[in-house]
C-alpha cells in the first residue's frame, strides 16, 4: 500500500496541490492529519523500520502508583485493564511498534506538506503552526491510553513559524496552552483584537522566547474537577465502568466573584 492510498495521504496530497497556486488574497488552510491515533494502521514499510526485537520499551516502574493519592490511582485505572490484555496476549512490543510506525508515517507526511510550501507561491509569507492534541501512556502509571494529566498525556508539540517574527532553532520552556492559538493567529495577522478569549497572544514569546513570562496572565483560569457519582448504594465507585457516571465542575476564577457551572455524564 503506498501512502497516498491512506486518507492523510490523500489529505496531504490535496493541500500540496492547493499550495501550489494559492488564492491571491489571504486564506487559511488546515491540513488535519489523523494518525497517530487509533487504529494505527499505515503502509507495511513503517512497520518494517521498527522490528519488535530492536525497540527499547519505555522504562516503567514495579511501584509507580504507590505514592498516589487515592484520585490519581483511580486516574490510572481509567481502562487499565487494556493493558493487562495487551500484556497477556504478548502483544506490547506491537503496540510499541504500530505507534512508532504511525508518528514516522505522520512525520513523512508533514515533510511532504512543508516540502510543497517551500515550492509554493506563498512561502515566504505563510504562518505555519504545527501540533497535536494529545501524548499517550504505554504503561506508565499502569495506563494505556491518554485519559490522564501526567506529562506523557498533556505535553505536546506546539510549533509555530511566522515569517519576520520567529528565528529559527529557536525555543522555550515558558508553559502556554492551545487556548492561545487563536489569539496569536490573529495578532500575526494583524486583525483586530477579540475581546473575552481565554486565550492570550504568543507574539511577544515567539519574538523573544527566554522573556519572562506569567501563563495566561490576563485570561480567567478555568479549573475542571471530575467527580464520580454515588452508586444506588450510596457509595462511590472507583472502577472503570463506573467512571463513565461523573460530574464535571467548572470553576471559572477572575479578580471578581467566581461563577461555577456543573453538568453530568450519562451513565
Known sequence: MDDQEMGDGQMVEWAAKFLKQPPKQPFFLAAGIYRPHLPWYT???YFDMYPTNCITPPPLKADDLADLPAAGREMAAYRAADLEMVRQAGQYERILQAYLANITFCD????????????????????????????????????????????????????????GVTREQSRTERPVSFVDLFPTLNDLCGLLPVAGLDGVSLVPLLKDPQRKWDFN??????????????????????????????????TIRTNGPTSRASRSSPP
Open 43 to 45: 503502509p507495511r514499510r
Open 217 to 250: 496572565p490576563r485570561s480567567p483560569r478555568t479549573v475542571w474537577a471530575i467527580t464520580p457519582c454515588a452508586t444506588s448504594a450510596g457509595a462511590t465507585s472507583a472502577t472503570p465502568t463506573a467512571a463513565r457516571n461523573f460530574t464535571i465542575t467548572r
Open 108 to 163: 513523512a507526511l508533514v515533510g511532504r506538506l512543508l516540502d510543497a510550501l517551500d515550492t509554493s507561491p506563498a512561502a515566504r509569507n505563510t504562518i505555519i503552526v504545527f501540533w497535536s492534541d494529545n501524548g499517550y501512556h504505554f504503561g506508565e502509571k499502569e495506563h494505556l491510553h491518554k485519559f490522564t494529566l501526567w506529562e506523557r498525556s498533556t505535553r505536546l508539540p506546539f510549533m509555530v513559524v511566522a515569517p
